[in-house]
């Protein structure tokens, strides 16, 4: 991705990600794009008996009760999408090379995701979090609302040193603002305190919920650079270490492991799908691979 500065103006972003990603997603989605947006509606259509492919977030917990047996809901599946991106936007996310962080991974995919839609006719909306609800821009549809969105994600301010980011906020922002039944992209790298896993099971019963996970490879594997001072992002914490220590980098490797399990658990039991986004990897695959996993899932 290109990601310098002369390139981060909403124009410039939206003209890239037009022809670089957009263009070559919508052709591979024509005709069949719902394949990652299922677009359920509010009105309710039917009860029927749960069939093992079902989801179970649509199971009707009181009529299964009185029947003895699963049933789930039906929706009237409207034309129209209404989504929703609740944005992290905390120190954290601003991790990574000087100039491809998190946060520019996140402007992207946002970019890329409401032009699709909103291509198509759809509406989208955000909510953004940093210290704290900071922004929302409500859920509207057509090419300047999306250039309206950049710009607004690129006015957002850095923070330095903050407390450590409670996701709970975020995802609660959203469940008590979005009332009609939306598809909401909860985009984050979910470095938080604990807790937030309950309010995004919530969330999932009552919208379609699809986490996008951002994360950097050296997050994960610690380059062996000599001796190097790392400074927690969400804290400003700092200590020394050692990368030449091969125990050193075991430990940092494992703990990233642990963290990975932890989140995928977390997931699972939310209910949640979820796209992890590399500040190296390719936008098209990434958004490709995600969309033939939801294709092989519904079969």
Known sequence: MNTSTSARTPERILHRLDWQVIRRLDGYLQGDYLSLFRGYGVDFADLREYQPQDDIRYIDWNVSARMDEPYVREYMEDREIIAWFLLDLSPSVDFGALDNQKRNVLIDFVAVLSRLLTRHGNRVGAIMFGNGIQHRLPARSGRLHVLRLINDLLKQPYHKRAPMTDLSVLINGGLHAIKKRSLIFVVSDFISEPGWERSLSLL??????????????????LPDVGHVILEDAETGEQIYVDTQDKKFRMRFMEAARKREAELDAAFKRAGVDVLPLSTEADLIHAIASFVMLRRQRRR
């Open 204 to 221: 999932s019963r009552r919208h379609e919920v699809i986490a996008i996970r951002l994360w950097d490879p050296r997050e994960t594997h």
